[in-house]
């Protein structure tokens, strides 16, 4: 290779290497921009925006759901806050939340969710969206009307949710895991002519009679009353089920 194309190949790789980073620093420190009196700055500006306008709120964890995998529920004294900044996380996601962040706090068993949503939040529900954080979200079919014969829960046994129209009906469509498959189908088998309740916690969702064998592996929720109840639910269940009763001990809406 000749010196002259050895020269053309280094100053077209320094010319490369620049360009990178004068690229990165306008993405990250980005071109001034205003969103009202506000400068936004790139993915700084826009990341310090979110920080300043973001709601707060700080939940404690007071103790265990019944059913939680063991190496929650059988420890004292010990709070998993990544299972509980898990399931927040997911569930901030699917309500369509662009910007969250936590903090923790082992000594109090405390943990604070900072929040905001970019775009037109005229309509944004702070209160609904805390309520979403700290509900169980846990849902479980059980024989007759009694909630504490589980014959599947969502701890383990349902796999995803979906909102879906079924007879121009808003309900929500299960898919359960292959453990859930086998338990549903061995329960509906049984159950034939007989009650099957569905509750969302401590509340009741349905309760349908029992036709026949079910051993697809899925299952609906119905009552829903519309499709933005539907979809309130089905997030809830594929966020997943919060491990902790949590309580609201501070927070600051913006």
Known sequence: MSKAKKWIIAISAVFLVAL??????????GTEDYYGDTKIDGIKGIKQSNEENASAVTFTATYAVVGAPAEISDTVGYVDFEAIKSVMGSRLVNAGITYYDFSCDEDNST?????????????????GTVYMLCQRGLITFCRNEDNTDVIVSGFSDIESAKPVYIDN???????????GKEKFAAATAELIGQKISIWLDDTMLSCPTVNTAITDGSAIITGMGDFDSATYLANMINGGVMPYTLKVVDYSMK
């Open 111 to 127: 943990v604070k969710v900072s929040f905001s949503k970019s775009g037109d939040v005229s309509g944004f529900d702070f209160e």
């Open 169 to 179: 009906q808003p309900v929500v469509q299960l898919k359960f895991t292959e453990a």
């Open 20 to 29: 990178i980073a004068i690229l990165s620093y306008i993405l990250y420190f």
